[in-house]
């Protein structure tokens, strides 16, 4: 059942990349740059699913010591933060450069997002149909991951650091009434609860059918 679980996190990338060929055209015209982490700092809703959960711990515990506790201690934060409703800068973007630690398997709340217009004070700005095409990927990674839950990072990390849910999730086992407190308390998602989305449109349709 293990393998399994590890079988199906392997389908991930090609979720997102799914994604990315879908926003392709809208993309375009995104004013992104490196460095530039308003959305990592002020948006402050970094949902992932108990899969990119795993996926994040296991990238985590390659990280050197020094690096790995100041981590830890941030998302206890960042926690801490949600918690109190206040939004929280996320633990794995770098002080020096507002760059980030694991970009290359960041979580789908990061890659759906992207501006038409500098954010500068204002939230993100993007196209309606890149929005639908994003609510639709999280529906298809949150029924690939049917045995798990949604929720802000530090929320799902703190559950997949407990060593007795971290090894039921992977053992394929389904109990959401072990976590239903911390689960009500912090707004946690049923991934198999949420019902599937479909698109409403045809996204061959090009520049011409923008916001
Ligand atoms: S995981 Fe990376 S891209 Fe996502 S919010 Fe954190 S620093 Fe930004």
Redesign the pocket.
Known sequence: MAQKTQDKIEELPEIYSDFEKSVYEYKKSATCKIGC?Y??IYVGN?DITTMEGIVIQNRLETFEKKLKANIRKKLDKNKAERERGVLAR????KEEDNT????DI??F??RRIYSIKQCNQSQPVVHRQAIELADYTISKLQQLDDTGYSGHMSFILYLLDKSGFRKAYLGGKFNPGKIMNFGKSHGIIINRSVKPKSLSFNNNLGLSHLL
């Open positions: 982490a959305c990592c970094v996320c633990a794995f973007l980030c630690l694991i970009y960041r979580p709340s990061c």
